[in-house]
């Protein structure tokens, strides 16, 4: 894959979004310079059914205009079923090696949290890797503790060659601090989803990466 794709990387579902509809969340984003998106349709409120996979197809379609990658979060059945450009998976959700013989060539993107589990992620020749939660986040209720960027800068150093975003509490305020660790780019989801300006605040999260 193109590292390029990791610079922005905006993760979403409806559940992120309170004061607006969220597929105008995510075509403003797309609008803005996001450079991949993750479907992600988690928590208590989350929409299910056929509204579900209705509403991951609305956000494919946009990601298609734009010529954006659309992966969808934990989910393979949608993933295949919607013709999706990837999945990511956490370690809890499924063994990396059932996924990628089900997934094929599709992009495969894997969280890791330490050097084991980043050890399963190459071996399974994961396309990308996320590692978080860098600061703490309150998107995921299920959200590890903030690990800083310790294991990110120790990670980008082992394996230049594979493609790191970083993930968890990332703002305009501290996305250089992770890029300067070595991060390929960076996914965030309330930066996004709650800015009042989200063309501002897409310039000055992407400003970052050429400083």
């Keep these: 894959m193109n590292c390029h794709d990791l610079r922005l990387y905006f993760i979403m579902g409806s ?7 969220p597929l105008e969340v995510l075509e403003e984003a797309l609008q803005s310079g996001i450079t991949m998106f993750q479907f992600r349709e988690k ?3 989350a929409i299910t059914g056929q509204a579900y996979e209705n509403f991951a197809r609305s956000c494919q379609n946009l990601c298609k205009q734009y010529h954006i990658p659309f992966i969808v979060n934990d989910d393979v059945e949608l993933a295949l079923k919607l013709d999706a450009d990837g999945i990511h998976i956490g370690q809890e959700d499924f063994p990396v090696a059932v996924i990628r013989e089900k997934i094929g060539n599709r992009l495969l ?5 330490t050097k084991d589990e980043l050890q399963i992620a190459l071996q399974y020749e994961a396309d990308y890797v996320g590692i978080g939660p860098i600061f703490a986040t309150t998107s995921k ?3 590890k503790q903030p690990s800083g960027t310790e294991f990110l ?15 968890g509490g990332i703002d305009e ?3 250089q601090k992770v890029l300067k660790a070595g991060a390929n780019g960076i996914a965030v989801i309330s930066a996004i989803c709650e800015s009042v300006n989200i063309k501002n605040t897409v310039k000055t999260l992407t400003s970052c990466q050429s400083r």
């Excluded at 559940?15 to 509809?21: A, I």
């Excluded at 082992?158 to 993930?167: M, R």
């Design 43 to 45: 928590g208590p409120d």
């Design 153 to 167: 800068q120790q990670a980008c150093t082992d394996y230049p060659e594979l493609p790191i975003v970083a993930i």
């Design 173 to 175: 305020f501290n996305a």
């Design 109 to 113: 993107g894997v969280s890791v949290h």
């Design 141 to 143: 209720r299920d959200a």
């Design 15 to 21: 559940t992120n979004v309170k004061k607006r509809h």
